[in-house]
Nanobody, 118 residues
Framework: QVQLVESGGGLAQPGGSLRLSCAAS????????MGWYRQAPGKERELVAS???????KYLDSVKGRFTIFRDNSKNTVTLQMNSLKPEDTAVYYC????????????WGLGTQVTVST
């Protein structure tokens, strides 16, 4: 079972930037779609950004133009560059590989906390 380890979260001021990294313990080369998700307190987990093996990307409307997702199959990593952060970006961020809207290839990791506040 591949394990996912998210890192790079922390406290940022509004307008600031953070770079999140997801490291998989196994190969992601054959995984078509990798995604970054987030869950804020009292809310459902939502898909923030996804990237295909061909580097096609999709973003949640509220993060378009601010967040960028990358993947490096040689290092088994997926990165989320977050710029122009807003307080509403505060959440625990996770990565995973979606099979469909409710199923995922692997178990969830612990996530990384992102807090945007003055």
């Amino acid at each position: 079972q591949v394990q996912l380890v998210e890192s790079g979260g922390g406290l940022a001021q509004p307008g600031g930037s953070l770079r999140l990294s997801c490291a998989a313990s196994g190969s992601i080369r054959d995984i078509y779609v990798m995604g970054w998700y987030r869950q804020a307190p009292g809310k459902e987990r939502e898909l923030v950004a996804s990237i295909t093996g061909g580097s096609g990307t999709k973003y949640l409307d509220s993060v378009k133009g601010r967040f960028t997702i990358f993947r490096d199959n040689s290092k088994n990593t997926v990165t989320l560059q977050m710029n122009s952060l807003k307080p509403e970006d505060t959440a625990v961020y996770y990565c995973n590989a979606p099979i469909d809207a409710v199923s995922f290839v692997w178990s969830w990791g612990l996530g990384t906390q992102v807090t945007v506040s003055t």
